[in-house]
């Protein structure tokens, strides 16, 4: 699941016009949006964000064989190159996913 950071122009209640944001993204689903101007943020529930991610882990983890079964079909020899690489990275890649997760809440608890 990746970790997404982008700037948006949003009306802020705090400083009562639009201002510029960071939206922190978890995958598909918002973290935590701040004011870049009053600091003022708004943050999703840690239980939240991780329930989202086990459901996108678990759609993932679903998927998988047909994505792989797909990447099979169209290009055999790269398929085959690449799956010695990609199974002694995915437990490395897994874990760090994991962390970046948790840093996050860990980010949201502290703030």
């Known amino acids: 699941m990746s970790v997404t950071k982008m700037t948006s122009e949003l009306y802020c209640v705090n400083c009562e016009k639009n201002t510029i944001h960071e939206v922190l993204y978890v995958g598909d689903h918002i973290e935590r949006i701040t004011c870049l101007e009053c600091e003022t943020y708004l943050e999703i529930d840690e239980n939240v964000v991780l329930s989202n991610y086990a459901l996108d882990l678990w759609k993932r983890v679903r998927t998988k064989p047909e994505r792989m079964t797909s990447e099979f079909k169209e290009d055999l020899s790269t398929f085959l190159c690449s799956m010695p690489m990609r199974v002694v990275t995915k437990p490395y890649r897994m874990v760090k996913e ?10 949201s608890r502290e703030v």
């Open 98 to 107: 994991f962390k970046e997760i948790k840093d996050i809440t860990k980010h």
